[in-house]
């Protein structure tokens, strides 16, 4: 079953090519007016258009238990929403967003709810040899989850990028190689200062710069062995 976006305000910023982007990126849509809580694994996009519209999100932030959301912005708010992030904001999209901007957050509020619900990550110290084009990097992993890992680096790729993993787990005597594409980065002194913050629930476990990295070509049986390394640790 696919993931629903759910957008929760008056409705006019949603009827017209943001909508159709959304959708675009595969995703059902609906519009919900009465700001009701949406269904698990669902992704809430709340509009503000004005500052009423912020201010009633703002007081749902501060009560609400965190969970990971975007806005949908036509005024210029970006400072008055960063307190939010705290309260699980993924991101800020308006109406010249491009649809390649929209789509990445879209994916990566998703990707959390998908990692934070039903695939726990855990804490590894982990050796990674990461191949880029000519580039090679022998790193890291800081964290582990069945479908990706975070790579410590001070020289995170681009996200979006491609690369080949390379890694074993602790007590295996095999490797695992998958190629990857990085969803997030982050760089040390531009976003380390936010990320580390502990009263953000979705990062506050990643203290130094480097790179999350989603798996896109192990098997079954491969994601199963990193889940019983998993279940073991916990």
């Given at each position: ?18 909508r ?6 595969g995703?059902?849509?609906?519009t ?18 004005d ?29 008055e ?29 998703l990707?959390y ?5 039903r695939?726990?990550?855990?804490p ?13 990097m ?12 975070f ?16 890694f ?25 200062n936010i ?40």
């Amino acid at each position: 079953m696919g993931h629903s976006v759910v957008f929760i305000g008056k409705g006019d910023a949603f009827t017209g090519d943001f909508r159709k982007r959304v959708e675009d990126c595969g995703y059902e849509v609906r519009t919900d007016t009465r700001d009701r809580q949406a269904d698990p694994g669902d992704l809430r996009i709340f509009e503000v258009a004005d500052m009423e519209d912020l201010r009633r999100l703002k007081e749902r932030g501060a009560h609400e238990q965190a969970e990971p959301f975007l806005v949908f912005a036509s005024i210029d708010a970006l400072d008055e929403l960063q307190p939010l992030k705290e309260a699980g904001l993924m991101g800020v999209v308006s109406p010249s967003s491009s649809a390649e901007d929209a789509s990445f957050l879209l994916n990566k509020a998703l990707f959390y709810n998908k990692m934070l619900k039903r695939n726990p990550r855990v804490p590894v110290n982990i050796p990674v040899e990461l191949k880029s084009g000519p580039r090679t990097m022998r790193t890291n992993a800081s964290h582990l989850s069945r479908d990706g890992m975070f790579i410590v680096t001070l020289s995170p790729l681009p996200v979006n990028a491609l690369c080949q993993l390379k890694f074993s787990l602790p007590g295996s005597k095999g490797q695992l190689e998958t190629p990857a594409r990085v969803l997030y980065n982050i760089a040390i002194n531009k976003d380390l200062n936010i990320i580390a913050n502990p009263k953000d629930p979705f990062k506050r476990l990643v203290s130094h710069p480097g790179m999350a990295v989603f798996f896109t070509g192990l098997s079954d049986a491969e994601k199963e062995e990193i889940d019983g390394y998993i279940k073991a640790l916990e």
